[in-house]
């Protein structure tokens, strides 16, 4: 059951994503957590800074709450999703990505990202999923 719950918060959270994507050709950053039931909620943050909040203000108070969680044995897990540049280690020109954070209560964390790019014809097309070293530190308790 937890590695299908673990689906779901990357389907979720990519599908919302790409959903921004479409509409607004942007997202702030967002995220969602697995409750200790398995319940996948979906989780927004707003720092107070009006319409168009610095994107890392959005991330860190969306790590603070998902701390608060953690920190009160409410979550298993959660994730922060953000619209990121990708660097490439070869050198090539970096791209833009879905990056996917994630915490766990019973594991290490982990990073995914979605390379994408706009095409020519206004839709976006959408590279490999990839897995990475994870980043994001949530404390439980």
């Known amino acids: 059951m937890y590695e299908e719950t673990l689906i779901e918060q990357v389907n979720l959270a990519i599908g919302f994503a790409q959903q921004m994507l479409r509409d607004n050709d942007e997202f702030f950053p967002f995220g969602n957590v697995a ?3 398995g319940t996948v909620d979906v989780v927004a943050a707003d720092p107070g800074e009006g319409e168009n909040p610095d994107p890392n203000k959005v991330f860190e108070f ?8 953690a920190t009160k044995g409410e979550i298993r897990s959660c994730v ?5 540049t990708l660097r490439n280690s070869d050198g090539s020109s970096p791209s833009d990505a879905i990056a996917l954070r ?3 209560r019973d594991g290490e964390p ?4 979605l390379p994408y ?3 020519k ?5 959408y590279g490999e999923l990839t897995r990475m070293e994870g980043t994001l530190d949530v404390k439980w308790k």
């Open 35 to 37: 409750r200790m039931d």
């Open 62 to 69: 969306l790590v603070t709450v998902f701390r608060e969680g």
């Open 80 to 84: 922060v999703c953000s619209n990121v």
């Open 102 to 104: 994630f915490a766990l």
């Open 110 to 113: 982990f990073d995914l990202a």
């Open 117 to 119: 790019e706009k095409g």
């Open 121 to 125: 014809s206004g839709q976006y097309e």
